[in-house]
């Protein structure tokens, strides 16, 4: 498990690199939506990524919920913070969620132990 962070972040970094090559102008403009969205405005970055933890969890979308984490333990968004946006997407998504929740606390686990 500790090589998690690192082994999703080398999958994910290959992947783009490999769909960005073959320079589709939709899928770029989609990744420059994706990246400008999530920048300083009339919401912080912390509450843009909360945001995106929620609908990505609620979405059931694995690969976007360790995103989202990792960018809230890299913003300093505690584990207090992040387990509250959690249990809002819980209640919003139901119980089909519980499943990414477990991966979500296990990936938030991996980070910290990644700092030690």
């Known amino acids: 498990m500790a090589n998690q ?14 769909i960005l090559s073959d320079n589709n102008k939709v ?6 939506l994706d990246t400008n969205a999530y920048m300083p405005g009339a919401l ?20 976007c919920i360790k995103y989202h984490l990792e960018t809230c333990y890299k913003e300093g968004l ?16 139901g119980t ?3 499943p990414h929740l477990r991966r979500a606390y296990e990936f938030w686990d991996a980070l910290e132990e990644e700092k030690s």
Do not use: H, P, W
């Not at 970055?45 to 690969?63: I, N, Q, Y």
């Not at 946006?85 to 998504?93: Q, R, S």
């Open 96 to 98: 089909i969620v519980i």
């Open 44 to 63: 912080d970055v912390k509450t843009k990524e909360l945001l995106g933890l929620v609908a990505s969890t609620v979405l059931r979308c694995d690969d």
């Open 27 to 32: 899928i770029k403009r989609i990744f420059n």
């Open 78 to 93: 505690t584990k207090e913070q992040v387990v509250e946006a959690l249990g809002i997407a819980t209640v919003v998504g």
């Open 5 to 18: 962070v690192e082994e999703f972040n080398a999958y994910r970094k290959k992947m783009n690199d490999r």
